[in-house]
């Protein structure tokens, strides 16, 4: 199993960006699928990006294609979400996870969870 810790959430204006980071421990961090994922207040968690052991094939959910990317570096046990054009509506608390099968946006296939970052957009 792997631990999963979110990072460079905060409170940002619409239209900037923002780049989170997933840090994980372990010697197999590059055999894991990392997927990300969000919560707003009162809503479900919804998937965002994913990305594959090898970083190959990132996927994201329609509702942000051109403004997610997800990338990673394995030799720093990291994943990332930039986050481009923030908008109000991006305002959640955002999650990765990692799954030792493909990432995509199936919640059930992940074993592991990050605690969170918060990230608010002010209009």
């Known amino acids: 199993q792997v631990h999963l810790v979110e990072s460079g959430g905060g409170l940002v204006q619409a239209g900037d960006s923002l780049r989170l980071s997933c840090a994980a421990s372990?010697?197999?961090?590059?055999?894991?699928?990392i997927g990300w994922f969000r919560q707003a207040a009162g809503k479900e968690r919804e998937f965002v990006g994913s990305?594959?052991?090898?970083?190959?094939?990132?996927y994201y959910a329609d509702s942000v294609k051109g403004r997610f990317t997800v990338t990673r570096d394995n030799a720093k046990n990291t994943v990332f979400l930039q986050i481009n054009s923030l908008k109000p509506e991006d305002t959640a608390v955002y999650y990765c996870?990692?799954?030792?099968?493909?990432?995509?946006?199936?919640?059930?296939?992940?074993?592991?969870w990050g605690q969170g970052t918060q990230v608010t957009v002010s209009s």
């Open positions: 372990g010697r197999t961090f590059s055999s894991y699928g």
């Open positions: 990305i594959n052991w090898s970083g190959d094939s990132p």
């Open positions: 996870a990692a799954t030792t099968v493909a990432a995509g946006p199936l919640e059930a296939v992940y074993g592991s």
